[in-house]
């Protein structure tokens, strides 16, 4: 990690730049996927396993008796985790299901809002360096929560043509059984369109790397809409004296690990704070499984010196990451500052993997600044709000004439008829 001592504002954008991503070469390659699945629907995702998983798959559809198999393969230890898991992102999410609402805004004319579950979901499950059944959990709960009809998950192979245990075991466990042996922009491209054994979706849901990034993008054009737009996985941690050093360090290296395009950020409130943390990254680094691949993801990172509180607190904001913690002695005012992040942790005891697993907030969230703009994945990612008005004879003689003077300022003379004639009507009468 480079260190950087007190950037001005306008260094900030410099200093804090992310790993750039290649989106018009990326989508170069992922558009012809996209065609052929089109195109050929089943054929073309077992033709790209073969190619990019190196696995030859007879049956895309995963079997009950393979997903009685993962069952016995998934440790009690393991079982028991991601049951307590479920239950706090089913409490979590269950909370923030909101009333429908109706009122009469005037006499006679009643307005009413309620939610509507999106109807099909396709859940994209990674499962290449690390089989994330984490996320089967955060997206599978709250489809089901909103009452979706139809959850596909896609998730890839492994090289015996496989899926994960933990995956299946925690898919089945919240009752999802539709599961396709497909990775990468072919997933996508099989949501999208639809295959003899994908649905088509009306919204994608799922992180990913650079290519289902991209053809989650190219969806969009398709008229399938996203969780969010997305890049690699990132975190950044405000940390002053009263910040454990280790903690620090332990949580800046367990997003690190995510991929070598993740990127990690320090803003310390001195020298000190820095030194002591990079002291402890430096040695809990080497003894990682994926040492290499925080390594190089560490490459991407910055250490930024910033002793004034107010200054950090605006280059955080400016940065907007998705993951953010906060380690600080005034930790309730920066907290009350803090408007662009995908979501906070607060204090020494609150590790980033805390909320990636089980502490029932949700961990598919807006990378790459789309923070300052975007919301992480909730139980309204999944539902429609759908608005209704009621007008009785009272109503329409009421706001009538109101609407028939904006219509015709507007020159909107059908639109000012359809007023009139019902006016004219209830005259007559």
């Known amino acids: 990690m480079k260190t950087i001592l007190n950037p001005t504002k306008s260094e900030w954008k410099k200093a804090l730049k992310r790993p ?18 089109k195109r050929l629907g089943d054929k073309a995702l077992v033709k790209f396993a073969l190619e990019y998983d190196h696995v030859q798959i007879s049956k895309l559809l995963v079997s009950v008796e393979e997903v009685k198999l ?31 609402l109706e009122m009469e805004v005037m006499p006679g004319v009643t307005c009413m809002r309620k939610s509507v579950p999106i109807q099909r979901v396709g859940l994209y499950i990674p499962g290449g360096t690390a089989p994330l059944f984490s996320t089967v959990l955060m997206l599978g709960i709250p489809a089901n929560i909103a009452g979706c009809e139809e959850i596909v998950i896609c998730t890839p192979p492994d090289k015996e043509g496989n899926i994960h245990p933990a995956i299946l075991y925690t ?4 009752g999802i059984d539709k599961i396709v042996k497909a990775g990468g922009a072919q997933a996508i491209a099989a949501m999208t369109y639809g295959t003899e054994s994908v649905p088509k979706v009306d919204k994608i849901f799922g992180p990913g790397n650079q290519y289902v990034t991209a053809a989650k993008q190219l969806a969009v054009k398709k008229g399938v809409a996203i969780d969010m737009p997305a890049g690699p996985s990132e975190v950044l941690v405000y940390a002053d004296s009263s910040a454990v050093p280790a903690f620090v ?10 991929g070598v395009d993740s990127q990690v950020i320090l803003v310390a409130s001195s020298e000190k704070v820095k030194d002591k943390v990079m002291k402890e990254l430096d040695a809990q680094l080497e003894v990682l499984p994926r040492k290499e691949i925080a390594k190089r993801a560490l490459e991407n990172s910055v250490a930024v010196i910033v002793g004034n509180e107010d200054k950090a607190i605006k280059l955080i ?21 803090i408007v662009n992040a995908g979501s906070v942790f607060i204090g020494n005891y609150t590790p980033e993997s805390a909320g990636d697993y089980a502490s029932g907030t949700n961990h598919t969230l807006p990378t790459y600044g ?23 004879e009272e109503g329409i003689k009421n706001l009538g004439p109101t609407v028939e003077v904006m219509a015709g300022n507007e020159l909107l003379e059908a639109h000012k008829n359809a007023v009139t004639i019902r006016l004219k009507y209830l005259e007559d009468k």
């Open 171 to 174: 898919a089945d466990l919240i």
């Open 70 to 100: 993962a069952k016995d393969k998934v440790s009690p230890e393991l079982k028991k985790a991601i049951i307590l898991a479920k239950s706090n992102i089913e409490k979590f999410h269950e909370a923030q299901a909101g009333n429908d």
């Open 20 to 37: 750039v991503q290649k989106t018009k070469d990326i989508e170069k390659i992922v558009k012809p996927i996209m065609r052929k699945v």
């Open 370 to 392: 789309y923070a300052k703009s975007y919301s992480g994945v909730s139980l309204d990612s999944f539902v429609k709000k759908i608005t209704y008005q009621k007008i009785t």
């Open 317 to 337: 904001n400016d940065y907007a990451p998705e993951h953010l913690i906060i380690c600080v002695e005034n930790e309730e005012e920066v907290v009350s500052s």
């Open 249 to 258: 360090a332990a949580d800046l290296l367990s997003q690190a690990e995510h």
